[in-house]
């Protein structure tokens, strides 16, 4: 089992910044991909980013792309998403997620590739 926990949503000015960071605990060894998404009210969970656990690999929706970055702290067992240039499309409630199962190797962006999701949290953007 991998516990996830997620920090640093809150409410923003469009333009603004802010990070988000997902801790995991418990079991980490064996995991492959940590994930990003997101969901508005009203629509489904999408992708946001994703990152190799141990590798530099590191892809990203093409609406956040040059705007957000995701990094990791395997030390710490911590990964990160840094999101600049906000806009009111990103307000949506935010989840990291985790595959051990290597899933996510050939589908990193479906959600059905993670096991392992956070609670979530609520990111704001506001005009």
């Known amino acids: 089992q991998v516990q996830l926990v997620e920090s640093g949503g809150g409410l923003v000015q469009a333009g603004g910044s802010l990070g988000l960071s997902c801790a995991a605990s418990?079991?980490?060894?064996?995991?492959?991909?940590m994930g990003w998404f997101r969901q508005a009210p009203g629509k489904e969970r999408e992708f946001v980013a994703f990152i190799r656990w141990n590798s530099n690999d590191a892809r990203y929706a093409d609406s956040v792309k040059g705007r957000f970055t995701i990094s990791r702290n395997n030390t710490k067992n911590t990964v990160f998403l840094r999101m600049n240039g906000l806009r009111l499309e990103d307000t949506a409630v935010y989840f990291c997620?985790?595959?051990?199962?290597?899933?996510?190797?050939?589908?990193?962006?479906?959600?059905?590739?993670?096991?392992?999701w956070g609670q979530g949290t609520q990111v704001t953007v506001s005009s």
């Open positions: 997620a985790a595959d051990l199962s290597e899933t996510s190797r050939f589908f990193p962006y479906s959600t059905e590739s993670y096991a392992y």
């Open positions: 418990d079991r980490t060894f064996g995991i492959y991909t």
